[in-house]
């Protein structure tokens, strides 16, 4: 797709359509909308009239015009962006991915973005557009044989009146690197388990670290067996599978990170989880592909990472294994010993994830990382608290937790803080083991999660990021397909910037 800076008036934009954010009970009576009026002579006040389009976030009006004078477009889209006050730069890839879908499906293939926001962040308005229309345009059609037909978007240009262009071509770039990598987490999490098997999933990693200029390191089921990663080991035991530990670590040419910090992403990768002994229901057991979508969002964040260069060090590391049931799995009343000593009575086969975050954190800290966050689809619990708004975020450390949430807000993504405490690490304390994997029934489900991953941290500040509700979407929305949604990406290389500036001070 070829991108263009439009810095003087949209509507001169030599393209078939444009697309142009309307705000909630917005009239054209002045600026952009009233320009845009007196070019169709009208058209646009007579379609809030008569169609009554109030700018309700989501909803469209399609127009078809007769050229004239500059106006070069022949179609328009009115998007509603809702209230003017909370329209801001990361709403920006709702309303590109909103005009990239409508317009396609019109075989529209090239249109001018009017996203309506001059407050200098040139970079990431043009970022945000960019990245909005490859993750608007993503589809789950890749093992269909039939063509659908879709159209195609050649072109996008963007119009910020009066801006630099070179900041805009900026951004542009960074939002192909966003966009992209946050379909290649979708794209991996949408393979079906019988394809992304552990060793695929490692195997794609290293495609994916060649092409962008990672180090990657895969260690085999011998290599963990050496560093003593019984927990992750009692999860890969009943599948035929080999579990796969993957490794991904960028360095910059010069870091300029403080004297011995390194930020750290872990991810869950259970390519197919049954729940192994403890057999899941077979109802919606089909979405357990989706179980990887952890570490499939640490192998988009790594890429993105390499592409976008910052100046400190950052690693990944994603377990990846399948959770299933056969005559060599991991009984209910098992015990074993985790990479840092610790023995944990295992109660709940399906409580899985844990067991493998328990080793992936371990080791990722003994490789020096001071800064861990990790990423699962680890419980149920989480949706019915937040349902597939907010990501549950928890952590040892508040100020690392403030500044994830804090990137959220800067970036569109959705947090909410549930506690951990001395009081909830209790629910843990096994009979015979140091901890068990599991707390009372129906108690605190997300929140035993996390502190139960916490036994596996030892100096690290960390934060545990429940993504079970917000990993997917069960419905399309007028910016985005269903199924997986690469959620945390966009915040998470917030982060990174946020690392690397605090690191030049």
Not at 218 to 241: F, N, P
Not at 365 to 388: F, S
Request: net charge neutral; glycine share 10%; charged share 25%.
């Amino acid at each position: 797709m070829k991108t263009k800076a439009i810095t003087g008036k949209f509507y001169e934009a030599n393209v078939d359509a444009i697309a142009i954010a309307v705000f909630k009970d917005e009239q054209p009576t002045s600026g952009y909308l009233k320009e845009l009026d007196k070019l169709t002579d009208g058209l646009v006040a007579s379609v809030f009239k008569t169609e009554k389009f109030s700018g309700e976030e989501g909803e469209t009006v399609f127009l078809r015009i007769i050229p004239k004078g500059k106006l070069k477009a022949s179609r328009i889209l009115l998007i509603g962006v809702g209230e003017k006050e909370e329209y801001k730069t990361p709403n920006v890839a709702f309303l590109a991915g909103t005009a990239a879908r409508f317009l396609r499906s019109k075989n529209i293939s090239s249109f001018v973005l009017v996203p309506r926001l001059e407050n200098g962040q040139t970079v990431d308005i043009a970022a945000n557009a960019v990245q909005g229309v490859i993750t608007g345009l993503f589809e789950l059609d890749k093992y269909k044989t039939t063509n659908d037909k879709k159209g195609k978007i050649e072109t996008l240009a963007v119009a910020i009146e009066g801006a630099d262009e070179k900041e805009m071509e900026k951004g542009f770039e960074r939002g192909k690197i966003i966009g992209d990598s946050i379909n290649f987490t979708r794209d991996l999490a949408n393979e079906p388990p019988n394809i992304l098997t552990p060793t695929e999933m490692a195997k794609r990693a290293q495609e994916m670290a060649k092409e962008v200029g990672l180090e990657c390191e895969i260690l085999d089921e011998a290599d963990m067996r050496k560093l003593g990663m019984g927990s992750l080991l009692s999860v890969a035991a009943g599948s035929e599978q080999p579990p796969k530990l993957i490794i991904l670590k960028y360095k910059p040419k010069k870091s300029t990170a403080r004297k011995g910090e390194m930020l750290a992403f872990v991810g869950k990768g259970i390519t197919f989880d049954t729940g192994g002994i403890s057999l899941k229901p077979s109802e919606g057991m089909e979405a357990m592909k989706y179980d990887m979508t952890g570490g499939g969002t640490v192998l988009g964040i790594m890429r993105a990472v390499a592409l976008l260069k910052p100046s400190v060090p950052v690693l990944g590391v994603v377990a990846a294994t399948e959770n299933m049931p056969s005559g060599k799995a991991t009984r209910p009343s098992d015990v074993v010993r985790a990479m840092n000593g610790k023995t944990i009575e295992i109660l709940n086969t399906d409580a899985e994830g844990r067991l493998i975050l328990a080793d992936a954190i371990a080791y990722a800290e003994k490789q020096g990382a001071t800064h861990i966050v990790d990423l699962a689809t680890l419980t149920g619990a989480v949706i019915i608290a937040l349902g597939n708004i907010n990501t549950g975020i928890m952590g040892n450390d508040q100020d690392f937790v403030n500044q994830i949430i804090e990137c959220g807000k800067e970036t569109g993504e959705k947090y909410w803080q549930l506690p951990i405490g001395k009081e909830y690490s209790k629910m843990i304390k096994s009979d015979i083991a140091d901890v068990k994997n599991i707390g009372p029934a129906r108690k605190a489900g997300t929140i035993i999660g996390a502190v139960f991953i916490q036994e596996f941290v030892d100096k690290a500040k960390w934060a545990h990021l429940d993504i079970a509700g917000t990993a997917w979407a069960d419905e399309p929305s007028p910016h985005q397909a269903k199924g997986p949604t690469g959620v945390c990406i966009k915040s998470l290389l917030r982060l990174v910037e946020k690392f690397e500036n605090s690191a030049k001070k």
